[in-house]
C-alpha cells in the first residue's frame, strides 16, 4: 500500500445540505437497527423500547380505594361488618345499612355504594357509622388509567425511570429492548500530544478526552475505547479500522484526516475496508468535511464510520449533526426534534450553507452568541448550550426564532424554559 494519496485520486465529494444530512444517516440507522432483546427491568433504564408497551390488564384491574375509610351500601347510619386492607379480596356487600373499614389502595367490596373519607365518618353511642358520602366517588374504577391491551408507549421510546414504572404496574418483569449501539473512537495525527502542555510544534488532543462523555450521552453504550493517536501512514489506519470494527464496534468515530491532504489516510482506508459513503461533506460551517460511511457486517446489518474534523469545535458539530441522529435511528427512535430560540443579537450567515452559531440560552429562551468559536477553539464550547442554526441564504437578526441544536450533556431548565416559548410564542416577540 502506498502511503500517501494524490488528491486527484479521491473523487470531489458535493456536499450534503445540512438538513438532507440529518434526515439520510437517522434514516440509515432505522435500516440498521438491531432486533430487541428482553431485559429485567432493573436493567432496562437508558435503552428504548422495542416493541410498544401494552397492558396485560386493565389499570387498574379492579375497583380501588382511594382515600382511608368506609365503604358503605344503602343509607346510614351504617353497622360495620368487617375490614379490607390492601392486598386482601373483600366478601361483596349484600346488606343495605352495612359499612366496611377500608384503606387506601384496597379492592371495594362488591356492592358498595360509597366510601366515605375516614375524617367524614363519626360513630354513634352504638357503634355506627355515620357520614355524608361526597358527590364525586372515591374509588379508582377498572380501566380508569388505560383498558387492557391498550398501548401505553409505541416502540422507539426512551425507557426512564418512570417508564419502568409504568411497566411494572402492568405486570412487566422484563421489557424488550434496543441496547445502545456499541462504539469506538480512533485518533488520527502524528502532531497530537496524549498528556502535558502543548509545544514545540505539537498540540494536545483535546478530543479523546471529550467525544466518548458525547457519545455516552448520544446513546452509545458501554465502554468506548480510544485509540491513537494512530500512525500517519495507509497501512496504520486500515489495521485500526479494521480492529476497531472486528471488535464488534456499529459505531466508530475518526478525528481527523477527512480531507484530502498529504497525511489524509481515512478516505482510501475506508475504500480497504469496504466502505459506502452515505455523506461526504455537509453544506454547513464550521465542520464542513464531515462524513459518514457505511461498512456491511457479518449479520448483514450496516456497521458506520463517522469522520470528525479534527479541529474540535467541527468535530462536535459533526456528532450533533451526524451521530446524534444515527444513534437515534439505531435506538429506533424518531429523529431528534430541535426547539427554537428568539435571538438575542444578530448572527452572520455562510451564503449558500447552513451557520451553526454557538450560543447560550438563557432562562428566558432568549439565544446569546459567544465568542472564541472559532473551529479550533473550545472556550466558548465549554459555556454553549448548544447551536443556533442559520439557514443557508439567511442572517440571524434580534427577535429571530431559529432552532436550537442542543448539546447533549444538557438536559436542561433554560431548554425546558426555550420549549415554553416557543409553545406560547416567546411572550409576544416575532
Request: glycine share 14%; proline share 12%.
Amino acid at each position: 500500500m502506498t502511503e500517501t494519496v494524490p488528491t486527484e485520486t479521491v473523487p470531489a465529494a458535493q456536499p450534503t445540505d445540512w438538513a438532507s444530512a440529518r434526515a439520510l444517516v437517522h434514516t440509515a440507522g432505522l435500516a440498521a437497527v438491531p432486533p430487541p432483546v428482553p431485559v429485567p427491568l432493573a436493567e432496562a433504564d437508558g435503552h428504548t423500547l422495542g416493541a410498544p408497551l401494552v397492558t396485560l390488564t386493565a389499570l387498574p384491574p379492579f375497583p380501588t380505594s382511594s382515600v382511608d375509610g368506609w365503604a358503605v351500601r344503602g343509607a346510614g347510619p351504617w353497622r360495620p361488618v368487617g375490614r379490607v386492607l390492601a392486598g386482601g379480596t373483600p366478601a361483596p356487600m349484600t346488606e343495605d345499612g352495612t359499612a366496611v373499614e377500608i384503606a387506601t389502595g384496597a379492592m371495594v367490596p362488591a356492592g358498595a355504594a360509597a366510601v366515605i373519607r375516614v375524617e367524614e365518618t363519626g360513630r354513634t353511642g352504638d357503634g355506627l357509622v355515620t357520614g355524608v358520602p361526597r358527590e364525586h366517588r372515591e374509588w379508582r374504577v377498572p380501566g380508569e388509567e388505560a383498558a387492557g391491551g391498550e398501548e401505553l408507549l409505541p416502540a422507539g421510546t426512551p425507557v426512564t425511570p418512570g417508564v419502568i414504572g409504568l411497566a411494572a404496574s402492568c405486570g412487566y418483569d422484563q421489557l424488550p429492548v434496543r441496547r445502545g449501539p456499541g462504539a469506538a473512537l480512533l485518533i488520527f495525527g502524528d502532531e497530537l500530544l496524549t498528556r502535558g502542555a502543548p509545544g514545540g510544534g505539537r498540540v494536545r488532543d483535546a478530543l479523546g478526552p471529550q467525544v466518548p462523555g458525547w457519545l455516552r450521552r448520544l446513546g452509545a453504550a458501554g465502554t468506548i475505547p480510544v485509540v491513537g493517536p494512530v500512525e500517519d501512514t495507509l497501512d496504520a489506519h486500515v489495521t485500526a479500522l479494521h480492529t476497531a470494527l472486528d471488535g464488534g464496534a456499529e459505531l466508530v468515530c475518526t478525528t481527523g484526516g477527512t480531507m484530502h491532504g498529504p497525511v489524509d489516510h481515512l478516505h482510501p482506508a475506508l475504500a480497504e475496508v469496504g466502505a459506502r459513503y452515505l455523506v461526504n461533506t455537509v453544506a454547513v460551517r464550521p465542520g464542513f468535511p464531515m462524513l459518514l460511511a457505511a461498512v456491511p457486517g457479518p449479520d448483514g446489518r450496516d456497521r458506520f464510520v463517522a469522520g470528525l474534523p479534527g479541529n474540535p469545535q467541527s468535530a462536535v458539530i459533526a456528532l450533533v449533526s451526524l451521530v446524534a441522529p444515527l444513534l437515534a435511528g439505531l435506538h429506533g427512535r424518531p429523529l431528534p426534534a430541535l426547539p427554537t430560540v428568539t435571538l438575542a443579537a444578530p448572527l452572520p450567515g455562510r451564503g449558500n450553507q447552513t451557520h451553526l452559531a454557538l450560543v447560550r440560552v438563557d432562562a428566558e429562551g432568549l439565544a446569546h452568541p459567544l465568542g472564541h468559536a472559532g473551529s479550533a477553539m473550545l472556550r466558548g464550547l465549554a459555556q454553549a448550550t448548544g447551536f443556533a442554526v442559520i439557514a443557508p441564504g439567511t442572517v440571524g437578526s434580534p427577535g429571530d426564532r431559529v432552532p436550537l441544536v442542543p448539546l447533549p450533556a444538557l438536559t436542561t431548565e433554560v431548554l425546558d424554559g426555550a420549549a415554553k416559548l416557543a409553545a406560547d410564542g416567546a411572550g409576544g416577540r416575532p
